[in-house]
């Protein structure tokens, strides 16, 4: 299995010794696999993880662990008050998150767990911080396939903040654009999660839930587990998080 | 004097009744201007300010004063630690700032004072707040003519971000694409300064200098104080602020 990367490629390691890079790191199952993708690669790495006011705050330990395992010391968990804006299931505590949703409802139109304009945000403190370390590339996990209806996930987006990253930067005006690199853009949850084991990623390290108890264990009935039990299911694996 | 827009020009009064946008307010003199046009428009308007670790901080101060002056309410200073990723000689106070560049250095080049990325982050939390708040529009002061050089105030830029707008979020999604409105994109200093007197804007509320003291006093001798004070001249105007 080969992940296909959006628009610009980064060049094969041979080309480009240790190309650095920064990962956007939330935590969940994706983007540790992204992250551990970019590790297998030879991309020496610095981590963002993003304290947006998520109400789903075990995510940022999941991404100090996963970043851990991966030998990635230099993390930055930036607090941004989102929740000042209001407006999403995943920042208002009075908004319920959808449970028990059919595979015909996810994934089609755009959920209340949407939250406003949050890849594009994300996606820009990446930036910032790529520029400032002198990084060529944001590697992402933003995957459209087995998603939630997120319009920030898919490959026209993330092909328009190239662009912005490009004309809006010291960096791209002298020549070298930081590029965005997600491999897993085209690839289905069983996909990504084979990937991931393949590379010895440890999945139990992670957390996908919109919606955990005060300890951390997922729900199992929002879209993310559902997405998420129905990948290891596709793939006949354990889902290591799902018997905490 | 008719101010342009950057791309889609919002449309005129009698075809939206009073459009609701958020603006993005600094207290610099650019943003105060775009401000008090949009109000004279009729722009039901939302300021967000932020506090990005800036060492010239009175410019918070400054942008409170706009705001209540244009009669904005609705004002989130949000505070964000772009400093954290360091890099530039307007978070890092260990970077001095450049003092009397002449007119030929001043726009050639990228100077130190570029914060990596800024106007991308800043457009990209406006995004978020517009959308949260439903608004049509953003609001914002950027100025390719009379500027300092930074690749991320140039109209191609402004364009780019549009699109990532319109790809990005719910409402563009939904075929209500949030718009940029830049309307001093290519005015010059003088020009901005001339509409802001029209407007009966107060430039003594606004704040420039990169390096003021511990006061708020101008430095008068940074890119930024020698383009207002240049554009002041031309004007044939006395600017308030310098009297401080």
């Known amino acids: 299995m080969k992940p296909d990367d959006v628009k610009a490629r980064p060049k094969d390691a041979a080309e480009t010794a240790t190309p650095s890079a920064v990962v956007l790191l939330s935590g969940g199952l994706d983007s540790a696999t992204a992250a551990a993708w970019a590790t297998s690669k030879s991309y020496r790495l610095s981590a963002l993880s993003i304290d947006y006011g998520q109400r789903h705050r075990c995510e940022l330990d999941a991404s100090r662990a996963v970043a ?5 010391s230099d993390h930055v968990v930036l607090p941004i008050d989102l929740a000042a804006f209001g407006g999403s299931a995943l920042v208002d505590p009075s908004t319920p998150v959808p449970k028990d949703r059919s595979d015909a409802d996810i994934g089609h139109g755009i959920p209340v767990t949407y939250v406003p304009a949050r890849n594009t945000v994300f996606l820009s403190l990446a930036l910032a911080m790529a520029e400032t370390r002198g990084a060529g590339a944001i590697v992402l996990g933003v995957n459209a396939i087995d998603y939630s209806g997120y319009p920030d996930c898919r490959p026209e987006f993330l092909a ?66 559902l997405l998420r039990a129905a990948g290891f299911a596709a793939v006949g694996a354990t889902d290591p998080r799902a018997s905490l």
Chains 1, 2 share one sequence.
């Open 68 to 72: 851990q395992a991966l030998g990635i």
């Open 160 to 225: 328009a903040f190239g662009e912005v990253a490009r004309l809006g930067t010291k960096a791209g005006v002298e020549g070298r654009p930081i590029e965005l690199v997600a491999p897993l853009v085209k690839l289905s949850k069983a996909e990504i999660i084979r990937l991931g084991l393949s590379l010895g990623l440890d999945y139990g390290l992670t957390t996908s839930c919109y919606d955990p108890d005060s300890r951390g264990r997922p729900c199992g009935r929002c879209d993310s587990c």
